[in-house]
């Protein structure tokens, strides 16, 4: 990969971690998503494990997280146990889903109390 390719790829990922962060996510999600969503083909957790540099659990549940907010997608391969991830693209979906996720849980725990 040339240089100015890695560099984009690099100031990618530390947007989209900010912009994580920013919506209360850690940063950690913000750059596995942006790892599945750079990569040409679904990725599994262990090429996440490998490219994001954290640990197999904290890929597990961030991995979980970005699912319940619609921001990657499950996909399974015939004949593969494992499972493969690609990135949804469409940005005010995303915000739309987050939106929608931190709506219901403060209504949620308002009718809780």
Same mark, same amino acid.
């Given at each position: 990969?040339?240089? /100015? !390719?890695? +560099?984009? &790829? $690099? +100031?990618? %990922? +530390?947007?989209?971690? =900010?912009? @994580? *962060? ?6 950690? %999600?913000?750059?596995?998503? @942006? @790892?599945?969503? !750079? ?7 262990? /090429? ?13 549940? *961030?991995?979980?997280?970005?699912? &319940? ?5 499950? +996909?399974?391969?015939?004949?593969? &146990? ?5 990135? $949804? ?10 939106? =929608? $996720? &931190? ?5 949620? !725990?308002?009718?809780?109390?």
């Amino acid at each position: 990969m040339s240089t /100015e !390719l890695t +560099q984009a &790829r $690099e +100031q990618f %990922t +530390q947007g989209i971690s =900010r912009i @994580a *962060n920013f919506w209360g996510l850690p940063r950690a %999600t913000g750059a596995m998503y @942006a @790892a599945i969503y !750079l990569s040409p083909d679904p990725m599994t957790l262990d /090429e996440l494990v490998e490219q994001v540099g954290i640990s197999k659990g904290a890929v597990s549940t *961030n991995v979980r997280s970005l699912e &319940r907010l619609g921001m990657i997608h499950k +996909q399974f391969k015939v004949g593969d &146990r494992k499972d493969y991830y690609t990135a $949804e693209t469409d940005f005010w979906k995303i915000i739309k889903d987050i939106l =929608r $996720e &931190r709506e219901k849980s403060e209504f949620d !725990l308002a009718l809780k109390t």
